[in-house]
T-cell receptor, first 116, second 115 residues
Framework: AQTVTQSQPEMSVQEAETVTLSCTYD???????LFWYKQPPSRQMILVIR??????QNATENRFSVNFQKAAKSFSLKISDSQLGDAAMYFC?????????????FGRGTSLIVHP | EADIYQTPRYLVIGTGKKITLECSQT?????MYWYQQDPGMELHLIHY???????EKGDLSSESTVSRIRTEHFPLTLESARPSHTSQYLC??????????????FGPGTRLTVT
């Protein structure tokens, strides 16, 4: 079974600074998807960014980018120019690309605190 | 925000009561999920459905049941609520998308307290 590990229960960053959230995963598969989801306090969880394992290029969405290291099974999220609205729980998730496998495995989450 | 809705948002109920948590989505997604999440903690999958009349139990043992009679509706029922059921319940849905990632769309959650 795949596992997703987020080793940082909590991270903090100053507004306008850059922060990196770590995620590692364990799999024997070669084709899969990786996700970062954001869950703000009392608000809906939303997708921040996704990465397809067969794509070499790291995904980027505005201030959010990933460092995908397939051999190391690492998928970190970098948030640049942090804003107060970035404060949230961040969940890393893995989903196999095997047919019939639709359920992601989530990590335990990292709570991001943004200081003004 | 995604078109997935949950009611009620907050519920305080006494032990032994039967409750149904509602989840509906207007996106036509065939796959739907229920997660249990304690505040600030990880998500635990308790039920999922890949289509009408299809339901399965998830990884976390749960005393709840679900039904999927219509594509857009996936209610979760607790026949007899207990204090151990106090938690947040998140509903989610997904569908085959352009990159086949099956991104999940989440509802706002129901925060349940059983006294």
């Amino acid at each position: 079974a795949q596992t997703v590990t987020q080793s940082q229960p909590e991270m903090s960053v100053q507004e306008a600074e850059t922060v990196t959230l770590s995620c590692t995963y364990d799999t024997s598969e070669s084709d899969y998807y990786l996700f970062w989801y954001k869950q703000p306090p009392s608000r809906q969880m939303i997708l921040v960014i996704r990465q397809e394992a067969y794509k070499q290029q790291n995904a980027t969405e505005n201030r959010f980018s990933v460092n995908f290291q397939k051999a190391a099974k690492s998928f970190s999220l970098k948030i640049s120019d942090s804003q107060l609205g970035d404060a949230a729980m961040y969940f890393c998730a893995y989903r196999s690309a095997r047919g019939g496998s639709y359920i992601p495995t989530f990590g335990r989450g990292t709570s991001l605190i943004v200081h003004p | 925000e995604a078109d997935i809705y949950q009611t009620p948002r907050y519920l305080v109920i006494g032990t032994g009561k039967k409750i149904t948590l509602e989840c509906s989505q207007t996106m036509g997604h065939d796959k739907m999920y229920w997660y249990q999440q304690d505040p600030g903690m990880e998500l635990h999958l308790i039920h999922y459905s890949y289509g009408v009349n299809s339901t399965e139990k998830g990884d976390l043992s749960s005393e709840s049941t679900v039904s999927r009679i219509r594509t857009e509706h996936f209610p979760l029922t607790l026949e007899s609520a207990r204090p151990s059921h106090t938690s947040q319940y998140l509903c989610a849905s997904s569908v085959r998308d352009a990159d086949l990632s099956y991104e999940q769309y989440f509802g706002p959650g129901t925060r349940l307290t059983v006294t």
